[in-house]
């Protein structure tokens, strides 16, 4: 792609966009929302007791072109380090303080992990936007009803459905640049493409897609003259569906998922080089799962089942001997967590379920050796939620659950959320309390450094907030307060004397606490403003890459065959720390604020058939680290085309 393309490539977005006639009325959608984190079942955003962040199909068309990461970093209280990097960059969680290890991710309401990881934590990277229906991000500790993890929020992710016509589909290619701050190449280094079949015959709905990315263009560690790294990854999903009738459904899954990808050492100091193409990265994930359903007069019974592989292999480069040691790792789990809704009456339902849980790993190399016969553990927690929603404003939700942990015992959570709707007044108030806990991982527990001796990690966090709908539900704002503490926090020891080293439990209570607030108004049909703004402020010794400040402003305009958003996001400074390998010494470090404006243009050239779209990242070239030493991406193009069929 050189620059005669991308000048006629936007002359033809521009031209398009110029002849778009906007003058026909957009249908208003006058269903109230639904959403199913506070419950596990249906039910309307107006009964809930929770802020719920939801993220709608529509939504994530108006950000075309950005990865889930990107998407996510742009809700009210959440943090995803990482997202502006090069695409092979880990990436870090950072909701409400917490960290990765704090936050459970599901996805088609069947959790997802990696048992071989040192917090469990599941990679993002692996999910593709282009796959995705809805997401729910619900902040809080979580552990009624989603279990070990859910300490300070849910990210609820559901994939896309069949269509109900017989076949159905698209394919899409997009095409980038990939540029940091100092460079400004014209040449396209980001690619996406995918193919998507699906529909439904009689009682049977089918899935089939297939995606891959590959990137190159930028060094992943930031220095002079550094070489590029690459980054490849794909995607398969199958889902198969039938309805036997309007009371029982079953859904089949399977996926598999890859990433290969180069990266760097870390940083270790100014005059030290970062750079090493010998480090490489390979992982593979396989997932299938059952979904059965079954309605009855007074309620419904769901099992969401699944189980998933994950095998990662690094090559590092060893800089004492000058050779490449080899780490192999493999984690499985599987989930089975059977639900039932019971409704007394219109005003009140009882939900009952029990989940088990299994994890097992293995870790090969040159030094450690971890057997999958030894480092295994399993869970099964009962649980219980009772929802009252009373015909005069006050909604209550109240759980319990009890862990059964086979490694160190019994731990039991719960939650109490009650919320009012006053009648004369466009007003919600709510409040919670809730407590979660974080199982050990089998990393921590059996790996080189484990410890058995470990205990959970406990949290609790009280909330406070509010919500309203004024000017005929045009303008909406929702703001929430929270105090979260933390005990049995874990940690890592060294021995001054001896060095040796392992996972342990850190004595004392620690708290994090800020202030989220979100608003959106809608203008008229066609065109709404929103924003958010978060506070986070934590103790010194959770405070890392966590912004005390950060806000973010869009702006959306649909027209009568595409739409156009603009959107402003300013992160304050965050604390970091890196070891000097030149002094021996652990360093600590202030990253500067920084912000980011983007741009995205879509236009329907064909009527449900062909959709063209433009976006423009980092207007500004605004250059900033989202941790030390580590490059991002400056300002970007990206041009993509859908077709429809």
Do not use: C
């Not at 050189?2 to 778009?20: E, H, R």
């Not at 089918?206 to 891959?212: A, E, G, K």
């Not at 759980?399 to 086979?406: D, I, L, P």
């Not at 005929?472 to 060095?499: C, M, Q, S």
């Amino acid at each position: 792609m050189n620059k005669k393309f991308i000048g006629l490539s936007v002359f033809t977005l521009a031209t398009a966009f110029a002849y778009a006639q906007d003058s026909d009325t957009l249908k208003v959608n006058n269903l109230k929302e639904v959403v199913i984190s506070d419950t596990k079942f249906a039910q309307s955003k107006e009964k809930s007791g929770k802020i719920i962040e939801v993220i709608t199909a529509q939504d994530l068309e108006a950000k075309k072109g950005q990865n889930l990461a990107n998407v996510l970093s742009q809700v009210a209280g959440v943090e995803i380090n990482g997202n502006q990097s090069f695409n092979g960059k880990n990436l870090g969680y950072y909701i409400r303080g917490g960290r990765n290890r704090q936050v459970a991710i599901y996805i088609d309401g069947v959790p997802v992990s990696d048992a071989s990881g040192i917090n469990i934590e599941y990679d993002l990277r692996l999910i593709l936007v282009e796959q995705i229906e809805k997401i729910e991000v619900m902040k809080g500790a979580s552990s009624t009803l989603y279990g070990t993890g859910a300490a300070t929020g849910v990210i609820n992710i559901t994939l896309k459905k069949s269509a109900k016509k017989e076949i159905s589909g698209n394919a899409y290619i997009n095409m980038g640049t990939q540029n940091t701050s100092n460079t400004s190449k014209t040449s396209a280094q980001d690619f996406n493409q995918g193919l998507s079949v699906n529909g439904t015959i009689n009682k049977v709905s089918y899935m089939t897609t297939l995606n891959s990315t590959e990137t190159k263009g930028m060094s992943e560690a930031a220095g002079e003259n550094f070489e590029e790294d690459t980054f490849s990854r794909v995607n398969v999903l199958q889902k198969i569906g039938f309805k036997a009738n309007d009371k029982l459904s079953f859904e089949f899954f399977g996926n598999y998922d890859r990433i290969k990808n180069t990266f760097d050492n870390s940083f270790d100091g100014i005059i030290a080089n970062s750079d090493d193409l010998n480090n490489n990265s390979f992982s593979e994930q396989f997932r299938i799962g059952f979904l059965p359903k079954y309605k009855y007069n007074k309620g419904e019974f769901a099992i969401n089942a699944g189980a998933s592989t994950i095998d990662r292999v690094l090559n590092i480069s060893n800089s004492w001997s000058g050779t490449i040691d080899n780490y192999n790792y493999s984690g499985r789990s599987a989930s089975i967590d059977a639900f039932n809704k019971y409704n007394f009456s219109k005003q009140v339902y009882l939900v009952l379920g029990a989940q088990y849980q299994y994890f097992d790993m293995t870790q090969k190399d040159a030094y450690t050796d971890v057997a999958r016969e030894r480092a295994k553990f399993n869970l099964l927690d009962p649980y219980a939620t009772l929802v009252f929603n009373s015909d005069f404003g006050l909604n209550v939700n109240a759980g319990a659950r009890f862990n059964t942990h086979s490694e160190y015992g019994n731990q039991i959570v719960y939650n109490f959320n009650p919320s009012y709707s006053f009648e004369n007044l466009p007003l919600k108030v709510l409040a919670s309390y809730s407590t979660a806990f974080i199982t050990p991982s089998l990393y921590q527990l059996y790996g080189p450094y484990g410890n058995l001796n470990l205990t959970p990690e406990e949290n609790a966090t009280a909330e406070f907030g509010f919500e309203s709908q004024l000017l005929d539900k045009k303008l909406t704002i929702n703001a929430v307060g929270f105090y979260r503490e933390e005990e049995n926090t874990f940690g890592f020891f060294t021995n001054p004397i001896t060095f040796a080293s392992n996972y342990i439990n850190i004595d004392g209570t620690y708290n994090a606490k800020g202030v989220e607030t979100s608003v959106r108004y809608a203008l008229s049909e066609r065109f709404n403003i929103g924003g958010n703004y978060t506070f986070t402020q934590v103790e010194e010794q959770l405070n890392r890459l966590i912004p005390k400040h950060k806000a973010n402003i869009d702006l959306n305009y649909k027209f009568k065959r595409g739409a156009f958003g603009i959107n402003y996001q300013y992160v304050d400074k965050r604390s970091d720390a890196y070891y000097d390998s030149n002094i021996w010494a652990t360093q600590a470090v202030n990253l500067a604020a920084y912000q980011l404006v983007n741009s995205n243009i879509s236009y329907e050239l064909l009527p449900k058939r062909l959709h063209i779209f433009g976006t423009v990242t980092n207007i500004l070239n605004e250059d900033f680290q989202e941790v030390i030493g580590y490059n991002t991406r400056g300002r970007n193009y990206k041009l993509g085309l859908n077709f429809m069929f």
